[in-house]
């Protein structure tokens, strides 16, 4: 079965950091572009970030530039999202999603409150 | 603001044929394919169109896509009551050299 799980969603302090991971298992990972994508709660879809097959090009919306990290290791059919400098503003469900964004995973809730 | 613009809401009865809009530029749907996306209450979104009009494997013909110019449309015909949830429109923005999604229209059905 193709699927993506993620984890690492937490409650964090404003400013602090967190590692999110995301698992993929049923298709060949290394074959594919990979997004993150993050719902705020009770709003629409905003897209984070991406990154290609080699790991080599990486894409980020504006918001999160400098401050987030995407970063895959092919090997372990993992991706994997670096979040530093957080704000309260980054509080959302954060989705993993592959290439065309036709598999998503179940998403890891990242709060960030004092 | 999102640069993929969606009416909040539709609303239709059983039975009923809406129609789903979505407006854009030239440096995204009017220069790239664009995808539908369906999000049920409580669920992770689920790609149910991409390329402007290519249904996904199991999404029934009730649902269809179509796009001219700077814009695209999701018709859904027969419309029933699992049908409600929120839609999403999203394509690649040249300018941004970033994805874009619309802002969602929530569908209910009557």
């Known amino acids: 079965e193709v699927q993506l799980v993620e984890s690492g969603g937490d409650l964090v302090q404003p400013g602090g950091s967190l590692r999110l991971s995301c698992a993929a298992s049923g298709f060949n990972f290394s074959n594919y572009l990979m997004n993150w994508v993050r719902q705020a709660p009770g709003k629409g879809l905003e897209w984070v970030a991406s990154i290609d097959q080699d790991g080599n090009l990486e894409y980020y919306v504006d918001s999160v530039k400098g401050r987030f990290a995407i970063s895959r290791d092919n090997a372990k059919g993992s991706l994997y999202l670096q979040m530093s400098r957080l704000r309260a503003e980054d509080t959302a469900l954060y989705y993993c999603?592959?290439?065309?964004?036709?598999?998503w995973g179940q998403g890891s809730l990242v709060i960030v409150s004092s | 603001q999102s640069l993929l613009i969606q009416p909040p809401s539709v609303s239709g009865t059983p039975g009923q044929r809406v129609t789903l809009s979505c407006s854009g530029s030239?440096?995204?749907?009017?220069?790239?394919?664009v995808n539908w996306y369906q999000q049920l209450p409580g669920m992770a979104p689920k790609l149910l169109i991409q390329s402007n009009d290519q249904r996904l494997s199991g999404v029934p013909n009730r649902f269809s896509g179509s796009k001219s110019g700077t814009s695209v449309s999701l018709v859904i015909s027969g419309l029933q009551s699992d049908d409600e949830a929120d839609y999403y429109c999203g394509t690649w923005d040249s300018n941004l050299n970033g994805w874009v999604f619309g802002g969602g229209t929530k569908l209910t059905v009557l």
């Open positions: 999603a592959r290439r065309n964004f036709d598999i």
């Open positions: 030239s440096s995204n749907i009017g220069s790239l394919t």
